[in-house]
């Protein structure tokens, strides 16, 4: 247990869970109402999370600052928090490529502040074993105390940072690649009109494929937004690696067609199909 005070930035539908986990284990949930939205703040609220006015006041406030965000938005953010005096445990757990996740624990350190380099594998949890939070750096062992027996289960990984990075990159680079590459054939194939044989022989020689891709078109359409930037995160890992790093630029031109579905009801499949054959 924990009685430490944990600013949350931000609580959007994983962040929240994430700070529900550490909440149940005995911490105070701040985070910043400042910029964020309607939803965003019910969402918060309806969590138990105190609500600050701006980052600066949660800075002042926290001991320990969680950052799940867009990835593209990784970076500036712990560049505000730096420059807003924060000297604490600062948690990374977005979806970065392992240089990122460096950089980041480079610019808290020169501040004075410790850093852990996080990576979520999971949907926001419902129960216990559906979602880990993978950690590593010096003080990896003292942010997994703050999830440890909650359904945020922490793993550590590593005293490096951008190894807990790196794992969620390889990870994310199967999982959310081969849902891109599956839409992406379907809709070929649509294109072509020879869907009805492709569906035929998909059910021959890939049982289930085709009713796991019209699921997953259903299910990833809101959030495609967001792994737009997650994709070119895992390009910049594989060209690091020395790897090519067009398939997961493809993959991020894949979800970039489903951004429209942003904060809307859920497409069906037709409409997933459209989005992305009306060029």
Not at 7 to 17: A, N, R
Request: charged share 20%.
């Amino acid at each position: 247990m924990t009685s430490a005070i944990l600013g949350l930035l931000h609580p959007g539908e994983m962040g929240t869970s994430v700070g529900l986990a550490a909440q149940s284990n005995g911490a105070r949930v701040v985070w910043a109402a400042a910029g964020r939205s309607v939803a965003t703040a019910q969402r918060a609220t309806a969590a138990g999370f105190e609500s600050l006015p701006d980052l600066g006041a949660v800075v002042a406030r926290s001991y320990v600052i969680v950052s799940v965000c867009p990835p593209h938005g990784a970076e500036a953010l712990a560049q505000e928090v730096v420059a807003a005096g924060f000297r604490g445990l600062y948690i990374d757990a977005n979806a970065i490529c392992p240089e990122r996740a460096r950089r980041i624990a480079a610019l808290v350190a020169t501040a004075g502040g410790r850093f852990v380099d996080g990576g979520i594998i999971g949907n926001p949890p419902r129960g216990p074993g559906e979602t880990r939070l993978y950690l590593s750096g010096p003080d990896a062992e003292q942010a997994a105390a703050l999830f440890r027996g909650t359904l945020q289960e922490p793993i550590v990984v590593g005293p490096e940072p951008g190894t807990a990075s790196a794992l969620k990159m390889a990870y994310a680079a199967w999982n959310k690649g081969q849902i891109a590459l599956r839409l992406a054939v379907a809709a070929l194939a649509r294109r072509e009109r020879v869907e009805g044989a492709f569906t035929a022989e998909w059910a021959r020689s890939q049982p289930g494929l085709m009713d796991r891709t019209r699921g997953d078109a259903v299910r990833v359409s809101a959030k495609a937004w967001r792994w737009t930037g997650e994709m070119q995160e895992i390009a910049s890992t594989f060209e690091s690696a020395g790897l090519p790093r067009g398939f997961h630029e493809a993959s991020g031109a894949i979800y970039e067609f489903l951004a429209r579905f942003q904060d809307s009801e859920p497409p069906n499949f037709d409409e997933v199909m459209a989005a992305m054959l009306e060029r």
